[in-house]
């Protein structure tokens, strides 16, 4: 409500949204602004980049997001860890399907809406217009059925949409059709899988973060010892001022290159104004680290996310189709194919002979038929008829 209300700080009539400039959100703030404030505000002001951002936010979660669920599909099912090269070239290849698996169902609702909708403009015909809108407006409570079968199945479907793909190695129909028959073939297991996994990775994020903490403290602590009480470096490193002199008073205002980590944010704001170009450089360069450090935490949540449902999926999918849990679909590596391609040559010949069709025998050589053939035991010969006298006697 804060995002548009003029006379409240300049630039948030139109600027970021509530709560862009005042400090460092919290986690529940983080996840809120990202997927509610931050594109509620870009769909009202930027249309545009709204629906840049959308399609590039779905390319970059399918790519990434479909090679997780395959690693983990993989290493589930056969215990067995494929490279991250193998699975991005397998999100890749199923990128379509990966992107549109959470689109479609949004798609059906969209034009069932715009369907209804439409059949509502009958109210403006005169007279016949209402009755018939009346009798037909059975119509449209069945498109609100539908409608509202699939928000439900998207809802409660859309975490295993993406491992159905990085299991089955199908397309994004076959994910919709199974996320949503096993959502309500089993709806209570689902949730109870569900919260098991967001009880677990509530436990183990709380446990990488405190880790992150103790890293960063531990890191500035320690870069800090050897600097002086009473010198410059130790003044801008720990943000306290130093008092050399009555004339010379290092870092008045308190500000520092780094300021220690607290419980509360990981990050933090540097007080450019306050330091020098130099200064200014090393506190730049220190938060750009310090950042790729924390957003580790975002990655394991990611990382968590779809392993998790994986998980989900190949226990819903063993409860729903008795599908054993070692059941994953597995490509042919390009280095078996050109394998089995290349066989020896005695290898063929062996194979030609063996198909070689039997109603016709091979040729034998004539020695070797003279000294193996045994003649056939002829008949009995008849007796010899002589030949009848040249001179035949005369009566």
């Keep these: 409500a804060d995002v548009a209300r003029p006379g409240r700080g300049g630039d948030r009539a139109r600027g970021a949204p509530a709560g862009a400039g005042a400090g460092q959100p919290n986690v529940y703030d983080g996840v809120r602004n990202f997927f509610a404030v931050g594109p509620?505000?870009?769909?009202?002001?930027?249309?545009?980049f709204a629906v840049l951002f959308a399609v590039l936010f779905l390319l970059v979660w399918a790519v990434f997001g479909g090679a997780i669920s395959r690693i983990a599909a993989v290493h589930a099912a056969r215990d067995e860890k494929i490279s991250v090269r193998q699975a991005l070239q397998f999100s890749v290849s199923k990128v379509l399907s990966f992107v549109f698996a959470p689109v479609i169902p949004l798609l059906i609702v969209l034009g069932l809406g715009l369907l209804l909708a439409t059949g509502g403009l009958l109210f403006y015909i005169p007279v016949i217009g209402p009755i018939v809108g009346g009798l037909l407006f059975v119509l449209a409570?069945?498109?609100?059925?539908?409608?509202?079968?699939v928000l439900f199945g998207t809802v409660g479907g859309l975490n295993l949409m993406y491992p159905t793909i990085a299991v089955e190695g199908s397309d994004s129909f076959d994910a919709i059709s199974r996320s949503f028959s096993y959502v309500f073939a089993r709806p209570w297991r689902t949730i109870f899988y569900s919260a098991v996994a967001l009880g677990y990775g509530a436990l183990t994020y709380f446990f990488v973060r405190l880790f992150l903490i103790v890293l960063l403290t531990v890191a500035h602590t320690s870069t800090g010892w050897f600097l002086g009480k009473t010198h410059q470096p130790y003044a801008y490193w720990t943000g306290t001022p130093v008092v050399k002199n009555e004339t010379t008073t290092y870092n008045p205002t308190g500000v520092a290159i780094w300021q220690k980590p607290e419980r509360d944010t990981l990050l933090y704001d540097i007080p450019n104004k306050e330091l020098k170009w130099s200064e200014e450089i090393a506190a730049s360069l220190i938060k750009f680290w310090v950042a790729v450090t924390v957003a580790m935490l975002g990655a394991y949540v990611i990382s968590f996310y779809f392993s998790s449902n994986t998980i989900i999926y190949f226990l819903l999918r063993r409860e729903v189709d008795a599908t054993d849990l070692d059941d994953v679909y597995v490509e042919q590596a390009d280095e078996d194919f050109s394998e089995s391609t290349e066989t020896p040559t005695a290898t063929a010949a062996t194979v030609a002979a063996v198909t070689t069709p039997t109603d016709e025998p091979a040729p034998v050589a004539p020695s070797v038929v003279a000294s193996t053939e045994v003649?056939?035991?002829?008949?009995?010969s008849a007796p010899p008829i002589e030949p009848p006298p040249s001179n035949p006697p005369t009566t």
């Design 40 to 48: 509620a505000w870009l769909l009202r002001y930027h249309l545009l």
């Design 141 to 149: 409570l069945l498109g609100g059925v539908v409608i509202t079968l």
């Design 375 to 380: 003649p056939p035991s002829s008949p009995p």
